[in-house]
């Protein structure tokens, strides 16, 4: 088992940031990506970046591309989402995930790839 503990989520205005961590424990060494994903209310949730742990690529939904950030710290088993520019429309609950898949399934961001799942913190940004 793996577990996800997600923090740094709250509130901004427009145009601000925010850096999201997710601190992982357990059989970390079954995994191979980490993902964020997000909800907003009323809507299915989304894939926004992903990592392959192993080699280090990353990859990105388009609606955050230039502004998100993901990135590991593989001493301290964290894996962060740095936030830039935040616009009203990101406001969602976000989610870590941690999976194993190759690395074409890796790159389209796909919720079904992904085993572990955090509690998941709230973003909201407003006007």
């Known amino acids: 088992q793996v577990q996800l503990v997600e923090s740094g989520g709250g509130s901004v205005q427009a145009g601000g940031s925010l850096r999201l961590s997710c601190a992982a424990s357990?059989?970390?060494?079954?995994?191979?990506?980490m993902g964020w994903f997000r909800q907003a209310p009323g809507k299915e949730r989304e894939g926004v970046a992903a990592?392959?742990?192993?080699?280090?690529?990353?990859y990105y939904a388009d609606s955050v591309k230039g502004r998100f950030t993901i990135s590991q710290d593989n001493a301290k088993n964290t894996v962060y989402l740095q936030m830039n520019s935040l616009k009203p429309e990101d406001t969602a609950m976000y989610y870590c995930?941690?999976?194993?898949?190759?690395?074409?399934?890796?790159?389209?961001?796909?919720?079904?790839?992904?085993?572990?799942w955090g509690q998941g913190i709230q973003v909201t940004v407003s006007s």
């Open positions: 990592m392959y742990t192993g080699g280090g690529s990353t």
């Open positions: 995930a941690a999976g194993a898949a190759t690395e074409a399934v890796i790159a389209t961001i796909d919720l079904s790839e992904y085993n572990y």
């Open positions: 357990g059989y970390t060494y079954s995994t191979n990506c």
